[in-house]
């Protein structure tokens, strides 16, 4: 299947994502899985030489749908592709008018979501597909550098959600029991977070956003990470950590937390059942090892293979209502 992902224009950031190895779980994967190519619209002179065009609908690239549909005859077999994989929360930023999300979506052929909630908000034939990972790649690498006499836990945060409270009091209660606790907080941009005065006292370090290689040596020399995400999202994070055997501590949000780690998560607002389940995880045992080989075996459900065949469901099932 030739395959290609529309953008406006390639952006630094993409090129980074595209560059680094592993790769990141996310959007580009597809790239990977079908050996497709990221165009730029202004660079393309005829979108029908592609079987699949994909074009994710974040909010400057909603503007391209039906730039992109013009191209695209409904009468041409080149299928155009609309996903959504921003946290629902979140869409409240967007200043868009619901009436003109649900116009822009009409003008796909099919579209599909990351995970069941935001899902729900798209069109109401839209599939429920996660975005893929290089669950091969991680594996192979592997997690030798945990200490388990090191008491160095982490803590992640999303400049989307911009809330490290919770998570801070968590590790306060947790503390109590242990006090040679030592916490980091990653991927922390201080902008935007109500709490940046206490972020000093309320973490012992702060790691800023980095290279995804740099970011998985980092969480690699934890205990644990707790991912105490309180919007829905599919969660690659913890989709990582289970390929690469680093507990993971989090939320009955997160779609990969509860296909991952079942009995690791909890409502985010729990603090209680957060500290209880650190606390089990910091004593160790055949439990914990039994919840590390079960996300180790589950997180293959997003691997190439499985993700690539969910595609071609939709794309099958999108040829045939079309040529009814």
Same mark, same amino acid.
């Given at each position: 299947? $030739?395959?290609?992902?529309?953008?406006?224009?390639?952006? #630094?950031?993409?090129?980074?994502?595209?560059?680094?190895?592993?790769?990141?779980?996310?959007?580009?994967?597809?790239?990977?899985?079908?050996?497709? !190519?990221?165009?730029?619209?202004?660079?393309?002179?005829?979108?029908?030489?592609?079987?699949?065009?994909?074009?994710?609908?974040?909010? &400057?690239?909603?503007?391209?749908?039906?730039?992109?549909?013009?191209?695209?005859?409904?009468?041409?077999?080149?299928?155009?592709?609309?996903?959504?994989?921003?946290?629902?929360?979140?869409?409240?930023?967007?200043?868009? %008018?619901?009436?003109?999300?649900?116009? &822009?979506?009409?003008?796909?052929?099919?579209?599909?979501?990351? !995970?069941?909630?935001?899902?729900?908000?798209?069109?109401?034939?839209?599939?429920?597909?996660?975005?893929?990972?290089?669950?091969?790649?991680?594996? %192979? @690498?592997?997690?030798?550098?945990?200490?388990?006499?090191?008491?160095?836990?982490?803590? +992640?945060?999303?400049?989307?959600?911009? $809330?490290?409270?919770?998570?801070?009091?968590?590790?306060?209660?947790?503390?109590?029991?242990?006090?040679?606790?030592?916490?980091? /907080?990653?991927?922390?941009? #201080?902008?935007?977070?109500?709490?940046?005065?206490?972020?000093?006292?309320?973490?012992? !370090?702060?790691?800023? #956003?980095?290279?995804? #290689?740099?970011? @998985?040596?980092?969480? +690699?020399?934890?205990?644990?990470?707790?991912?105490?995400?309180?919007?829905?999202?599919?969660?690659?994070?913890?989709?990582?950590?289970?390929?690469?055997?680093?507990?993971?501590?989090?939320?009955?949000?997160?779609?990969?937390?509860?296909?991952?780690?079942?009995?690791?998560?909890?409502?985010?607002?729990?603090?209680?059942?957060?500290?209880? @389940? +650190?606390?089990?995880?910091?004593?160790?045992?055949?439990? /914990?090892?039994?919840?590390?080989?079960?996300?180790?075996?589950?997180?293959?459900?997003?691997?190439?293979?499985?993700?690539?065949?969910?595609?071609?469901?939709? @794309? !099958?099932?999108?040829?045939?209502?079309?040529?009814?």
């Amino acid at each position: 299947m $030739k395959y290609a992902q529309c953008v406006f224009k390639i952006a #630094p950031s993409m090129k980074m994502a595209l560059d680094e190895v592993p790769r990141r779980g996310g959007l580009y994967n597809w790239l990977w899985v079908f050996k497709g !190519e990221l165009v730029p619209f202004n660079m393309v002179d005829d979108f029908e030489k592609y079987d699949v065009v994909q074009i994710n609908c974040s909010p &400057v690239d909603q503007l391209l749908v039906r730039e992109v549909r013009n191209k695209i005859p409904k009468s041409s077999s080149t299928l155009l592709v609309l996903n959504n994989d921003y946290v629902c929360e979140a869409w409240d930023t967007w200043g868009a %008018h619901p009436m003109q999300y649900e116009q &822009v979506l009409e003008y796909g052929d099919c579209v599909f979501g990351t !995970e069941p909630h935001q899902t729900s908000c798209l069109r109401d034939d839209a599939y429920v597909i996660p975005h893929p990972h290089w669950i091969k790649m991680l594996k %192979h @690498i592997g997690n030798d550098d945990l200490d388990e006499d090191d008491f160095k836990v982490a803590a +992640m945060y999303h400049w989307w959600e911009k $809330k490290s409270y919770t998570m801070s009091l968590a590790f306060l209660k947790l503390r109590k029991k242990y006090p040679k606790l030592y916490t980091r /907080l990653f991927s922390y941009i #201080p902008n935007g977070d109500p709490n940046t005065r206490w972020q000093k006292v309320m973490f012992d !370090e702060h790691i800023n #956003p980095s290279s995804y #290689p740099e970011f @998985i040596r980092g969480l +690699m020399n934890n205990r644990f990470l707790l991912e105490n995400c309180s919007y829905h999202t599919y969660g690659r994070t913890s989709v990582d950590t289970a390929a690469l055997r680093i507990p993971t501590v989090g939320t009955d949000r997160v779609f990969s937390m509860k296909h991952c780690w079942k009995n690791m998560c909890c409502d985010p607002f729990n603090v209680k059942k957060l500290v209880s @389940i +650190m606390d089990k995880v910091l004593k160790g045992g055949s439990w /914990l090892d039994q919840q590390i080989d079960y996300a180790y075996n589950a997180c293959e459900y997003f691997n190439y293979k499985n993700s690539k065949e969910r595609y071609m469901v939709m @794309i !099958e099932e999108t040829r045939k209502r079309l040529k009814k």
